[in-house]
Protein backbone atom coordinates (compact mmCIF):
# COMPACT_ATOMS: atom_id res chain seq x y z
CA UNK A 1 0.00 0.00 0.00
CA UNK A 2 1.25 3.62 -0.77
CA UNK A 3 2.74 5.01 2.85
CA UNK A 4 0.34 7.52 3.93
CA UNK A 5 1.77 10.99 4.29
CA UNK A 6 1.03 12.94 7.16
CA UNK A 7 3.07 16.46 7.64
CA UNK A 8 0.90 18.37 9.21
CA UNK A 9 -1.06 16.96 13.31
CA UNK A 10 -3.77 18.70 15.19
CA UNK A 11 -3.94 17.54 19.05
CA UNK A 12 -7.08 19.00 19.81
CA UNK A 13 -7.18 18.07 24.21
CA UNK A 14 -4.64 18.10 26.58
CA UNK A 15 -2.83 14.65 25.57
CA UNK A 16 0.68 13.26 27.18
CA UNK A 17 3.69 15.48 25.84
CA UNK A 18 5.33 12.65 24.99
CA UNK A 19 2.54 12.20 22.04
CA UNK A 20 4.31 16.10 20.62
CA UNK A 21 7.62 14.78 21.14
CA UNK A 22 7.13 11.82 19.01
CA UNK A 23 5.55 13.13 16.55
CA UNK A 24 7.91 15.94 15.94
CA UNK A 25 10.72 13.76 16.11
CA UNK A 26 9.84 12.00 13.15
CA UNK A 27 9.37 15.23 11.14
CA UNK A 28 5.36 15.50 11.64
CA UNK A 29 4.41 18.98 12.71
CA UNK A 30 2.28 19.04 15.64
CA UNK A 31 -0.12 21.87 16.70
CA UNK A 32 -1.36 21.70 20.25
CA UNK A 33 -4.99 23.33 20.85
CA UNK A 34 -6.80 22.22 23.72
CA UNK A 35 -10.38 22.99 24.32
CA UNK A 36 -11.50 24.65 21.19
CA UNK A 37 -15.11 25.55 20.57
CA UNK A 38 -16.89 23.39 18.09
CA UNK A 39 -16.90 26.12 15.68
CA UNK A 40 -13.19 26.51 15.84
CA UNK A 41 -12.06 23.21 15.45
CA UNK A 42 -14.38 23.15 12.45
CA UNK A 43 -12.51 26.14 11.32
CA UNK A 44 -8.97 24.81 11.66
CA UNK A 45 -8.90 21.40 10.68
CA UNK A 46 -9.13 21.92 7.25
CA UNK A 47 -5.39 22.27 7.44
CA UNK A 48 -4.29 19.24 8.87
CA UNK A 49 -3.17 15.07 7.41
CA UNK A 50 -4.03 14.31 11.11
CA UNK A 51 -5.69 14.69 14.56
CA UNK A 52 -5.00 13.47 18.12
CA UNK A 53 -8.16 13.42 20.76
CA UNK A 54 -8.53 11.97 23.97
CA UNK A 55 -12.51 11.76 24.85
CA UNK A 56 -13.51 15.43 24.84
CA UNK A 57 -13.40 16.14 20.80
CA UNK A 58 -16.32 14.98 19.67
CA UNK A 59 -15.48 13.92 16.18
CA UNK A 60 -18.33 14.07 13.91
CA UNK A 61 -19.64 13.93 10.54
CA UNK A 62 -19.56 18.09 10.41
CA UNK A 63 -15.89 17.74 11.61
CA UNK A 64 -14.58 15.31 9.37
CA UNK A 65 -16.48 17.07 6.67
CA UNK A 66 -14.75 19.94 7.31
CA UNK A 67 -11.22 18.12 7.18
CA UNK A 68 -10.32 18.07 3.49
CA UNK A 69 -6.78 16.60 4.10
CA UNK A 70 -7.99 14.75 6.98
CA UNK A 71 -5.95 11.21 6.69
CA UNK A 72 -5.66 9.79 9.98
CA UNK A 73 -8.06 10.07 13.68
CA UNK A 74 -6.26 8.84 16.57
CA UNK A 75 -7.58 8.30 19.89
CA UNK A 76 -5.19 8.28 22.77
CA UNK A 77 -7.67 5.82 24.65
CA UNK A 78 -9.40 2.01 24.24
CA UNK A 79 -12.36 2.58 21.94
CA UNK A 80 -13.30 5.18 19.59
CA UNK A 81 -16.69 6.11 21.00
CA UNK A 82 -16.49 9.77 20.45
CA UNK A 83 -15.44 9.49 16.41
CA UNK A 84 -17.88 8.91 14.16
CA UNK A 85 -16.63 5.80 12.70
CA UNK A 86 -18.87 5.12 10.04
CA UNK A 87 -17.98 9.31 8.32
CA UNK A 88 -14.48 8.72 8.63
CA UNK A 89 -14.98 5.81 6.45
CA UNK A 90 -16.86 7.07 4.25
CA UNK A 91 -13.98 9.45 3.30
CA UNK A 92 -11.34 6.98 3.46
CA UNK A 93 -9.83 8.11 7.13
CA UNK A 94 -8.38 5.38 8.73
CA UNK A 95 -9.23 5.58 12.83
CA UNK A 96 -6.96 4.65 14.95
CA UNK A 97 -7.04 4.21 18.92
CA UNK A 98 -4.68 2.54 21.55
CA UNK A 99 -6.41 -0.94 22.66
CA UNK A 100 -3.94 -1.72 25.22
CA UNK A 101 -2.73 1.78 27.48
CA UNK A 102 -5.12 1.71 29.61
CA UNK A 103 -5.51 -2.35 30.57
CA UNK A 104 -3.96 -2.29 33.64
CA UNK A 105 -5.02 0.74 35.03
CA UNK A 106 -8.53 -0.39 34.11
CA UNK A 107 -7.78 -3.89 35.59
CA UNK A 108 -6.25 -1.83 38.89
CA UNK A 109 -9.56 0.15 39.17
CA UNK A 110 -11.87 -3.13 39.27
CA UNK A 111 -10.02 -4.89 41.37
CA UNK A 112 -10.16 -1.37 43.48
CA UNK A 113 -13.81 -1.64 43.82
CA UNK A 114 -13.77 -5.46 44.29
CA UNK A 115 -12.31 -4.61 47.64
CA UNK A 116 -14.35 -1.61 48.10
CA UNK A 117 -17.57 -3.87 47.53
CA UNK A 118 -16.24 -6.19 49.85
CA UNK A 119 -15.20 -3.65 53.29
CA UNK A 120 -17.94 -0.77 52.60
CA UNK A 121 -14.64 1.35 52.11
CA UNK A 122 -16.45 4.23 50.61
CA UNK A 123 -19.54 4.16 52.62
CA UNK A 124 -17.24 4.01 56.20
CA UNK A 125 -15.75 7.03 54.81
CA UNK A 126 -18.99 9.00 54.24
CA UNK A 127 -20.17 8.03 57.51
CA UNK A 128 -16.81 9.64 59.32
CA UNK A 129 -17.00 12.42 57.15
CA UNK A 130 -20.68 12.46 58.47
CA UNK A 131 -19.19 12.43 62.43
CA UNK A 132 -20.28 9.35 63.12
CA UNK A 133 -18.48 6.44 64.29
CA UNK A 134 -20.58 3.44 63.06
CA UNK A 135 -18.88 -0.01 63.49
CA UNK A 136 -21.75 -2.10 63.10
CA UNK A 137 -22.84 -0.75 60.01
CA UNK A 138 -19.98 -1.48 57.80
CA UNK A 139 -20.05 -5.56 58.62
CA UNK A 140 -17.97 -6.86 55.47
CA UNK A 141 -17.33 -10.19 53.81
CA UNK A 142 -13.86 -11.50 52.87
CA UNK A 143 -12.87 -12.25 49.73
CA UNK A 144 -10.55 -15.14 50.29
CA UNK A 145 -12.48 -18.22 49.00
CA UNK A 146 -14.83 -16.63 46.88
CA UNK A 147 -15.50 -17.13 43.47
CA UNK A 148 -15.00 -14.24 41.08
CA UNK A 149 -16.68 -14.65 37.64
CA UNK A 150 -14.78 -12.84 34.54
CA UNK A 151 -16.94 -12.29 31.66
CA UNK A 152 -14.24 -11.21 28.93
CA UNK A 153 -11.10 -12.86 28.90
CA UNK A 154 -8.98 -10.16 26.87
CA UNK A 155 -6.38 -8.45 28.33
CA UNK A 156 -7.82 -6.60 31.22
CA UNK A 157 -10.20 -9.91 32.34
CA UNK A 158 -6.71 -11.28 32.68
CA UNK A 159 -5.20 -8.58 34.69
CA UNK A 160 -7.92 -9.12 37.12
CA UNK A 161 -7.97 -12.23 37.33
CA UNK A 162 -4.07 -12.74 38.24
CA UNK A 163 -4.15 -10.26 40.54
CA UNK A 164 -7.29 -11.49 42.50
CA UNK A 165 -5.83 -15.02 42.49
CA UNK A 166 -3.39 -13.16 45.18
CA UNK A 167 -6.09 -11.92 47.38
CA UNK A 168 -7.50 -16.37 47.30
CA UNK A 169 -10.61 -15.75 44.85
CA UNK A 170 -11.57 -18.60 42.61
CA UNK A 171 -11.82 -16.98 38.95
CA UNK A 172 -13.95 -18.46 36.67
CA UNK A 173 -15.07 -17.39 33.01
CA UNK A 174 -16.45 -16.98 29.79
CA UNK A 175 -14.87 -15.77 26.65
CA UNK A 176 -16.18 -16.73 23.31
CA UNK A 177 -12.29 -16.24 21.65
CA UNK A 178 -9.98 -16.65 24.66
CA UNK A 179 -9.30 -20.52 24.36
CA UNK A 180 -10.34 -22.57 27.39
CA UNK A 181 -6.42 -23.77 27.66
CA UNK A 182 -5.36 -20.51 27.55
CA UNK A 183 -7.35 -18.96 30.25
CA UNK A 184 -6.28 -22.13 32.27
CA UNK A 185 -2.58 -20.95 31.75
CA UNK A 186 -3.35 -18.09 34.03
CA UNK A 187 -5.89 -20.00 36.08
CA UNK A 188 -9.11 -19.15 35.13
CA UNK A 189 -11.42 -21.87 34.77
CA UNK A 190 -13.38 -21.68 30.89
CA UNK A 191 -17.61 -21.95 31.24
CA UNK A 192 -20.75 -21.30 29.46
CA UNK A 193 -22.78 -18.35 31.05
CA UNK A 194 -25.74 -20.39 32.43
CA UNK A 195 -23.14 -22.58 34.28
CA UNK A 196 -21.18 -19.37 35.29
CA UNK A 197 -23.66 -17.43 36.94
CA UNK A 198 -25.19 -19.94 39.63
CA UNK A 199 -21.64 -20.13 40.72
CA UNK A 200 -20.17 -16.54 41.34
CA UNK A 201 -20.31 -14.41 44.87
CA UNK A 202 -18.41 -11.39 42.62
CA UNK A 203 -18.91 -10.66 38.56
CA UNK A 204 -16.93 -8.47 36.89
CA UNK A 205 -17.37 -7.55 32.98
CA UNK A 206 -14.56 -6.59 30.43
CA UNK A 207 -16.21 -7.35 27.26
CA UNK A 208 -16.30 -4.83 24.06
CA UNK A 209 -19.61 -3.11 24.09
CA UNK A 210 -21.52 -4.98 21.25
CA UNK A 211 -24.93 -6.05 20.11
CA UNK A 212 -23.75 -9.42 21.99
CA UNK A 213 -23.07 -7.93 24.85
CA UNK A 214 -25.84 -5.07 25.81
CA UNK A 215 -27.65 -6.33 28.66
CA UNK A 216 -25.29 -9.59 29.23
CA UNK A 217 -26.31 -8.88 33.08
CA UNK A 218 -30.03 -8.73 32.30
CA UNK A 219 -33.00 -9.99 34.30
CA UNK A 220 -32.68 -13.26 33.28
CA UNK A 221 -29.11 -13.90 34.23
CA UNK A 222 -29.54 -11.94 37.04
CA UNK A 223 -31.99 -14.67 38.12
CA UNK A 224 -29.39 -17.33 37.48
CA UNK A 225 -27.40 -15.75 40.43
CA UNK A 226 -26.68 -16.40 43.66
CA UNK A 227 -28.82 -14.11 45.78
CA UNK A 228 -26.34 -11.52 47.18
CA UNK A 229 -24.26 -11.19 44.00
CA UNK A 230 -21.92 -8.26 44.07
CA UNK A 231 -20.89 -6.72 40.27
CA UNK A 232 -18.78 -4.49 39.02
CA UNK A 233 -19.12 -2.98 35.45
CA UNK A 234 -15.63 -1.27 34.93
CA UNK A 235 -15.88 -1.56 30.61
CA UNK A 236 -18.67 -0.30 28.77
CA UNK A 237 -21.86 1.39 29.85
CA UNK A 238 -25.32 -1.03 29.33
CA UNK A 239 -23.20 -4.56 29.46
CA UNK A 240 -24.60 -4.84 32.74
CA UNK A 241 -28.49 -3.77 32.45
CA UNK A 242 -29.28 -0.43 34.37
CA UNK A 243 -33.01 -1.26 34.58
CA UNK A 244 -32.20 -4.67 35.63
CA UNK A 245 -29.65 -3.82 37.92
CA UNK A 246 -31.92 -1.39 40.27
CA UNK A 247 -34.67 -4.01 40.55
CA UNK A 248 -31.81 -6.69 40.90
CA UNK A 249 -30.64 -4.56 44.16
CA UNK A 250 -33.96 -3.77 45.42
CA UNK A 251 -35.29 -7.43 45.72
CA UNK A 252 -31.51 -8.45 47.09
CA UNK A 253 -30.92 -10.68 44.52
CA UNK A 254 -28.05 -8.23 44.15
CA UNK A 255 -25.59 -7.73 47.08
CA UNK A 256 -23.88 -4.42 45.82
CA UNK A 257 -22.91 -3.02 42.40
CA UNK A 258 -19.97 -0.75 40.99
CA UNK A 259 -20.21 1.16 38.21
CA UNK A 260 -17.44 3.12 36.47
CA UNK A 261 -19.64 3.00 33.22
CA UNK A 262 -22.70 3.97 32.69
CA UNK A 263 -25.27 4.10 29.56
CA UNK A 264 -25.11 8.15 29.35
CA UNK A 265 -22.30 9.81 30.96
CA UNK A 266 -22.49 11.34 32.76
CA UNK A 267 -26.30 9.91 33.73
CA UNK A 268 -28.91 11.70 34.19
CA UNK A 269 -30.92 9.29 36.06
CA UNK A 270 -29.30 9.02 39.50
CA UNK A 271 -31.04 6.25 40.56
CA UNK A 272 -28.44 4.09 40.75
CA UNK A 273 -25.96 6.46 41.45
CA UNK A 274 -27.76 7.04 44.53
CA UNK A 275 -28.66 3.42 45.70
CA UNK A 276 -26.98 2.92 49.22
CA UNK A 277 -25.18 -0.59 47.56
CA UNK A 278 -24.15 0.97 44.49
CA UNK A 279 -20.17 2.89 44.20
CA UNK A 280 -19.81 4.88 41.53
CA UNK A 281 -17.43 6.53 39.48
CA UNK A 282 -16.86 9.12 36.81
CA UNK A 283 -15.56 7.19 34.04
CA UNK A 284 -12.36 6.61 35.96
CA UNK A 285 -10.59 3.33 34.52
CA UNK A 286 -7.83 5.52 32.14
CA UNK A 287 -7.32 7.95 34.28
CA UNK A 288 -3.86 7.80 35.99
CA UNK A 289 -1.10 9.12 34.75
CA UNK A 290 0.87 5.78 33.41
CA UNK A 291 -2.88 5.18 31.42
CA UNK A 292 -2.52 8.65 30.17
CA UNK A 293 1.32 8.84 29.69
CA UNK A 294 1.21 4.97 27.64
CA UNK A 295 -1.91 5.87 25.15
CA UNK A 296 -0.15 9.12 24.28
CA UNK A 297 2.79 7.29 23.30
CA UNK A 298 1.13 4.79 22.00
CA UNK A 299 -1.19 7.00 19.32
CA UNK A 300 2.35 9.12 18.45
CA UNK A 301 4.07 5.47 17.63
CA UNK A 302 1.36 3.82 15.63
CA UNK A 303 0.93 7.09 13.62
CA UNK A 304 4.46 7.47 12.98
CA UNK A 305 5.06 3.54 12.21
CA UNK A 306 1.89 4.10 9.39
CA UNK A 307 3.70 7.00 8.14
CA UNK A 308 7.12 5.04 7.61
CA UNK A 309 4.95 2.13 6.34
CA UNK A 310 6.55 -0.23 8.75
CA UNK A 311 3.15 -1.59 10.47
CA UNK A 312 -0.37 -0.95 10.77
CA UNK A 313 -1.41 -1.07 14.87
CA UNK A 314 -4.61 0.37 16.50
CA UNK A 315 -6.54 0.98 13.47
CA UNK A 316 -10.54 -0.06 13.28
CA UNK A 317 -11.67 0.63 9.86
CA UNK A 318 -8.97 -0.44 8.01
CA UNK A 319 -8.80 -4.46 7.94
CA UNK A 320 -8.10 -4.72 3.99
CA UNK A 321 -5.00 -1.50 4.47
CA UNK A 322 -3.67 -3.51 6.98
CA UNK A 323 -3.69 -7.03 5.56
CA UNK A 324 -1.70 -4.66 2.43
CA UNK A 325 1.26 -3.41 4.66
CA UNK A 326 4.25 -4.00 3.05
CA UNK A 327 6.34 -3.06 0.14
CA UNK A 328 5.50 -5.81 -1.52
CA UNK A 329 2.00 -5.60 -1.24
CA UNK A 330 2.19 -2.24 -2.49
CA UNK A 331 3.35 -3.25 -6.10
CA UNK A 332 0.42 -6.26 -6.20
CA UNK A 333 -1.60 -2.79 -5.10
CA UNK A 334 -0.55 -0.87 -7.55
CA UNK A 335 -0.94 -3.58 -10.09
CA UNK A 336 -4.36 -4.03 -8.96
CA UNK A 337 -5.05 -0.33 -9.64
CA UNK A 338 -3.35 -0.04 -12.89
CA UNK A 339 -5.14 -3.25 -14.43
CA UNK A 340 -8.91 -1.48 -12.84
CA UNK A 341 -7.67 2.46 -14.32
CA UNK A 342 -7.47 0.53 -18.11
CA UNK A 343 -10.81 -1.36 -17.44
CA UNK A 344 -12.32 2.05 -16.39
CA UNK A 345 -10.78 3.76 -19.47
CA UNK A 346 -12.48 1.31 -21.26
CA UNK A 347 -16.19 1.53 -20.23
CA UNK A 348 -16.39 4.50 -22.50
CA UNK A 349 -20.54 4.35 -21.40
CA UNK A 350 -19.16 5.26 -18.09
CA UNK A 351 -22.47 4.23 -16.91
CA UNK A 352 -21.61 2.95 -13.44
CA UNK A 353 -20.54 -0.95 -13.09
CA UNK A 354 -23.38 -3.85 -12.28
CA UNK A 355 -20.15 -6.21 -12.14
CA UNK A 356 -16.82 -7.00 -11.22
CA UNK A 357 -14.67 -10.08 -10.99
CA UNK A 358 -11.25 -10.22 -9.79
CA UNK A 359 -9.20 -13.25 -9.98
CA UNK A 360 -5.95 -14.01 -8.45
CA UNK A 361 -3.35 -16.40 -10.00
CA UNK A 362 -0.41 -17.84 -8.79
CA UNK A 363 0.65 -18.77 -5.56
CA UNK A 364 2.71 -15.39 -4.58
CA UNK A 365 -1.15 -13.57 -5.21
CA UNK A 366 -2.77 -15.94 -3.36
CA UNK A 367 -2.61 -13.77 -0.02
CA UNK A 368 -3.41 -10.89 -2.02
CA UNK A 369 -6.79 -11.56 -3.33
CA UNK A 370 -8.51 -9.66 -0.60
CA UNK A 371 -6.43 -5.82 -0.96
CA UNK A 372 -5.86 -6.80 -4.86
CA UNK A 373 -9.74 -6.92 -5.71
CA UNK A 374 -10.22 -3.63 -3.76
CA UNK A 375 -7.16 -2.23 -5.20
CA UNK A 376 -8.46 -3.24 -8.51
CA UNK A 377 -11.79 -1.14 -7.46
CA UNK A 378 -9.95 1.85 -6.53
CA UNK A 379 -8.43 1.56 -10.31
CA UNK A 380 -12.29 1.61 -11.38
CA UNK A 381 -14.09 3.91 -9.03
CA UNK A 382 -11.12 6.72 -9.33
CA UNK A 383 -12.68 9.68 -10.47
CA UNK A 384 -11.90 13.97 -10.55
CA UNK A 385 -12.65 15.06 -7.30
CA UNK A 386 -13.34 11.11 -6.11
CA UNK A 387 -10.16 8.98 -5.28
CA UNK A 388 -11.04 5.67 -3.32
CA UNK A 389 -8.40 4.12 -0.71
CA UNK A 390 -8.40 0.67 0.67
CA UNK A 391 -10.55 2.30 3.37
CA UNK A 392 -13.27 3.10 1.48
CA UNK A 393 -13.11 1.43 -1.86
CA UNK A 394 -15.12 -1.80 -1.05
CA UNK A 395 -18.20 0.32 0.98
CA UNK A 396 -18.09 2.69 -2.16
CA UNK A 397 -18.57 -0.23 -4.20
CA UNK A 398 -21.12 -1.57 -2.36
CA UNK A 399 -23.33 1.66 -2.25
CA UNK A 400 -22.92 1.69 -6.15
CA UNK A 401 -24.43 -1.10 -6.51
CA UNK A 402 -21.78 -3.20 -7.77
CA UNK A 403 -21.51 -6.86 -7.50
CA UNK A 404 -17.99 -7.32 -6.72
CA UNK A 405 -16.71 -10.85 -6.43
CA UNK A 406 -13.09 -12.30 -6.41
CA UNK A 407 -11.59 -15.85 -6.32
CA UNK A 408 -8.30 -17.32 -6.46
CA UNK A 409 -6.60 -20.06 -9.03
CA UNK A 410 -3.12 -21.90 -7.38
CA UNK A 411 -1.63 -22.67 -10.76
CA UNK A 412 2.05 -23.29 -9.67
CA UNK A 413 3.93 -23.23 -12.17
CA UNK A 414 3.66 -19.24 -13.88
CA UNK A 415 7.03 -17.71 -12.72
CA UNK A 416 4.55 -14.19 -11.13
CA UNK A 417 1.24 -13.92 -10.53
CA UNK A 418 -1.61 -13.05 -12.73
CA UNK A 419 -4.52 -10.51 -11.89
CA UNK A 420 -7.29 -11.28 -14.08
CA UNK A 421 -10.00 -8.82 -13.87
CA UNK A 422 -13.33 -8.98 -15.96
CA UNK A 423 -16.01 -6.06 -15.81
CA UNK A 424 -19.94 -5.44 -16.78
CA UNK A 425 -21.01 -2.20 -17.76
CA UNK A 426 -24.19 -1.54 -19.45
CA UNK A 427 -24.34 -4.80 -20.45
CA UNK A 428 -21.02 -4.60 -21.82
CA UNK A 429 -18.04 -6.72 -20.67
CA UNK A 430 -14.06 -5.86 -20.74
CA UNK A 431 -11.49 -8.48 -19.84
CA UNK A 432 -8.25 -7.83 -18.94
CA UNK A 433 -5.14 -9.48 -17.32
CA UNK A 434 -1.63 -8.04 -15.78
CA UNK A 435 1.08 -9.16 -14.22
CA UNK A 436 4.62 -7.29 -11.87
CA UNK A 437 7.72 -7.48 -14.12
CA UNK A 438 10.53 -6.00 -11.80
CA UNK A 439 7.60 -4.82 -9.68
CA UNK A 440 6.11 -2.54 -11.72
CA UNK A 441 2.49 -3.08 -13.38
CA UNK A 442 2.27 -4.71 -17.24
CA UNK A 443 -0.57 -5.42 -18.74
CA UNK A 444 -0.98 -9.17 -20.31
CA UNK A 445 -4.04 -9.34 -22.12
CA UNK A 446 -7.21 -6.77 -22.67
CA UNK A 447 -10.11 -8.65 -23.77
CA UNK A 448 -9.23 -11.00 -26.36
CA UNK A 449 -6.28 -9.48 -27.80
CA UNK A 450 -3.02 -11.56 -25.77
CA UNK A 451 -0.07 -8.82 -26.13
CA UNK A 452 3.32 -9.89 -28.06
CA UNK A 453 4.90 -8.53 -25.39
CA UNK A 454 3.48 -7.12 -21.99
CA UNK A 455 2.74 -3.82 -21.88
CA UNK A 456 4.04 -1.66 -19.44
CA UNK A 457 1.23 0.25 -17.36
CA UNK A 458 3.11 3.75 -16.75
CA UNK A 459 2.46 6.79 -18.53
CA UNK A 460 -0.02 7.82 -20.59
CA UNK A 461 -1.55 5.11 -22.96
CA UNK A 462 -4.09 4.94 -25.58
CA UNK A 463 -5.82 1.44 -26.17
CA UNK A 464 -7.37 1.30 -29.99
CA UNK A 465 -9.41 -1.58 -31.35
CA UNK A 466 -9.23 -1.84 -35.06
CA UNK A 467 -9.31 -5.10 -37.19
CA UNK A 468 -5.45 -6.23 -37.85
CA UNK A 469 -4.12 -4.07 -40.52
CA UNK A 470 -0.13 -3.11 -41.09
CA UNK A 471 -0.86 0.41 -41.50
CA UNK A 472 -2.82 1.03 -38.23
CA UNK A 473 0.49 1.85 -36.94
CA UNK A 474 1.28 4.29 -39.27
CA UNK A 475 -2.00 5.99 -39.78
CA UNK A 476 -2.73 5.98 -35.75
CA UNK A 477 1.33 7.77 -35.25
CA UNK A 478 -0.06 10.10 -38.42
CA UNK A 479 -3.14 11.26 -36.63
CA UNK A 480 -1.16 11.97 -33.29
CA UNK A 481 1.67 13.46 -35.58
CA UNK A 482 -0.95 16.54 -36.46
CA UNK A 483 -2.07 17.20 -32.67
CA UNK A 484 1.60 16.86 -31.73
CA UNK A 485 1.40 14.01 -29.90
CA UNK A 486 4.48 11.63 -30.26
CA UNK A 487 4.34 7.33 -30.18
CA UNK A 488 6.76 6.21 -27.34
CA UNK A 489 5.62 3.08 -27.70
CA UNK A 490 3.54 0.64 -29.57
CA UNK A 491 2.26 -3.06 -28.24
CA UNK A 492 0.61 -4.97 -30.81
CA UNK A 493 -1.74 -8.81 -30.40
CA UNK A 494 -0.71 -11.95 -31.04
CA UNK A 495 -1.40 -12.29 -34.82
CA UNK A 496 -5.08 -13.56 -35.51
CA UNK A 497 -7.89 -12.59 -37.58
CA UNK A 498 -10.53 -10.00 -36.82
CA UNK A 499 -10.59 -6.92 -34.39
CA UNK A 500 -7.52 -6.80 -31.69
CA UNK A 501 -6.55 -3.99 -29.41
CA UNK A 502 -3.22 -2.30 -29.49
CA UNK A 503 -1.73 -0.49 -27.21
CA UNK A 504 0.50 3.16 -27.71
CA UNK A 505 2.23 5.50 -25.61
CA UNK A 506 1.64 8.66 -25.95
CA UNK A 507 3.96 11.93 -25.24
CA UNK A 508 0.45 13.44 -23.79
CA UNK A 509 -3.35 12.61 -23.94
CA UNK A 510 -4.80 13.55 -26.98
CA UNK A 511 -7.77 16.01 -26.27
CA UNK A 512 -10.21 14.48 -28.60
CA UNK A 513 -10.52 10.78 -28.94
CA UNK A 514 -13.17 11.30 -31.62
CA UNK A 515 -10.84 12.43 -34.24
CA UNK A 516 -9.53 8.31 -33.98
CA UNK A 517 -12.92 7.37 -35.49
CA UNK A 518 -12.18 7.27 -39.08
CA UNK A 519 -9.28 4.54 -38.24
CA UNK A 520 -10.48 2.55 -35.19
CA UNK A 521 -13.67 0.86 -33.62
CA UNK A 522 -12.57 2.04 -29.78
CA UNK A 523 -10.55 3.87 -28.34
CA UNK A 524 -9.49 4.77 -24.71
CA UNK A 525 -6.65 6.15 -23.25
CA UNK A 526 -5.95 6.53 -19.19
CA UNK A 527 -3.05 8.44 -17.76
CA UNK A 528 -1.01 5.60 -14.82
C1 LIG B 1 -19.09 -11.66 24.42
C2 LIG B 1 -17.75 -11.46 24.74
C3 LIG B 1 -17.27 -11.82 25.99
C4 LIG B 1 -16.86 -10.90 23.74
C5 LIG B 1 -15.57 -10.49 23.92
C6 LIG B 1 -15.13 -10.08 22.68
C7 LIG B 1 -16.16 -9.98 20.39
N1 LIG B 1 -16.15 -10.25 21.81
N2 LIG B 1 -17.19 -10.75 22.47
C8 LIG B 1 -19.95 -12.23 25.36
N3 LIG B 1 -13.92 -9.57 22.34
C9 LIG B 1 -18.11 -12.38 26.91
C10 LIG B 1 -19.45 -12.59 26.61
Known amino acids: MAPVSIKTVLISESVDPRCRTLLEANGIHVTEKP ?46 DNVDVDAATKRGIIVMNTPNGNSISAAELTCALLMSLSRNVPQAV ?100 KNGVKVVNCARGGIIDEAALL ?28 HPNVLSCPHLGASTTEAQARCGEDIALQMVDMVKGKKLVGAV ?33 KKPFSRVQVTTQ ?55 GVCRVQVTASGCSYRASGSLQGGAPVLLELCDSVFRQPVSLTGKLLFCRAPAAPQLLSSVAGLLATEGIEVESYSAPAARSGDGWCCVGLSSLLGDLSALKPLVKEAAQLAI
Not at 47 to 71: E, F, H, N
Open 35 to 80: SMKKEELLAEIKDYDGLVVRSATKVTADVIDAASKLKIIGRAGTGV
Open 126 to 225: MSMRDGKWDRKKFMGTELYGKALGIVGLGRIGKEVATRMQSFGMRTIGYDPITAPEVSAGWGVEQMDLEQLWPQCDYITVHTPLLPSTVGLLNDESFAKC
Open 247 to 274: RALESGRCGGAALDVFVEEPPKDRSLVN
Open 317 to 349: NAQVLASAFSEDCHQVSRLGQAVGAVLQSCNTS
Open 362 to 416: GDCMKSSAGYMTASVLMGLLKQPGCCPNLVNVLRLAEESGVTVTHGHCPSGDLAG
